[in-house]
């Protein structure tokens, strides 16, 4: 198995900063791709961002680009989600995500396991 834990979520003003940590532990794979998803009340789960193995390769969804950027800690097993310029439609609890397949991935359905998921609140 496989534990995610993540950490970094709170209240951020409009137009403010916060960053999200994911540690990754337990089972380990000799590669895997790491993204971030949210939703928020009342919506279906989306995809954020996502990063390959190597940390190389990155993708995002258009409402978050050039705003929020994922990144890969030196150890591989933690993923970072800096998010600048927040909106309020930002809000939403935010969920780290592991699939031992390679590549890129950007549907919650490649994804194995799942973090708790933890709240950003965007609000002045």
């Known amino acids: 198995q496989v534990q995610l834990v993540e950490s970094g979520g709170g209240l951020a003003q409009p137009g403010g900063s916060l960053r999200l940590s994911c540690a990754a532990s337990?089972?380990?794979?000799?590669?895997?791709?790491m993204g971030w998803f949210r939703q928020a009340p009342g919506k279906e789960r989306e995809f954020v961002a996502a990063?390959?193995?190597?940390?190389?390769?990155?993708d995002y969804t258009n409402s978050v680009k050039g705003r929020f950027t994922i990144s890969k800690g030196n150890a591989k097993n933690t993923v970072y989600l800096q998010m600048n310029s927040l909106k309020p439609e930002d809000t939403a609890v935010y969920y780290c995500?592991?699939?031992?397949?390679?590549?890129?991935?950007?549907?919650?359905?490649?994804?194995?396991?799942w973090g708790q998921g933890t709240q950003v609140t965007v609000s002045s």
């Open positions: 995500a592991v699939t031992p397949r390679g590549g890129l991935r950007i549907e919650d359905s490649d994804y194995d396991y």
């Open positions: 337990g089972r380990t794979f000799n590669t895997f791709a």
């Open positions: 990063i390959s193995f190597g940390g190389t390769t990155t």
